[in-house]
């Protein structure tokens, strides 16, 4: 049950159609997360194809190419720092592009 804040009718039938609005999104959108899309195969490699997958640092350079143009020195330098966080633990491993919906 969800209070809507309001006594008057109007006000109550507007709340709870835009109340709804927002729950039909929410489940066409868990939905959509589980359908598997056709011809998906040519969109991108198979997730466990790692041949294809871009690497860490390559991600890195692939976000700063867009993202860092016209920034301060200090925004790569920070960006560099946390990915080498990552690779120290992690190793400098392929990105899985499994939920995306196709790649640059």
């Known amino acids: 049950m969800l209070c809507l804040h309001t006594r008057s009718v109007s006000k109550a039938?507007?709340?709870?159609?835009?109340?709804?609005?927002?729950l039909e999104d929410y489940w066409l959108k868990l939905r959509m997360s589980e359908m598997e899309i056709p011809t998906s195969?040519?969109?991108?490699?198979?997730?466990?194809?790692?041949?294809?997958?871009?690497t860490l640092n390559e991600a890195l350079d692939l976000y700063l190419?867009?993202?860092?143009?016209?920034?301060?020195k200090q925004f790569e330098v920070t960006a560099k720092r946390h990915i080498q966080y990552v690779v120290?633990?992690?190793?400098?491993?392929?990105?899985?592009?499994k939920h995306l919906p196709f790649r640059y």
């Open 41 to 54: 195969n040519k969109l991108m490699p198979s997730a466990g194809d790692a041949s294809h997958a871009i």
């Open 65 to 72: 190419r867009p993202k860092g143009y016209n920034k301060q």
């Open 88 to 97: 120290e633990c992690l190793r400098n491993r392929p990105i899985k592009t």
């Open 13 to 22: 039938s507007y709340a709870a159609r835009s109340v709804l609005a927002k």
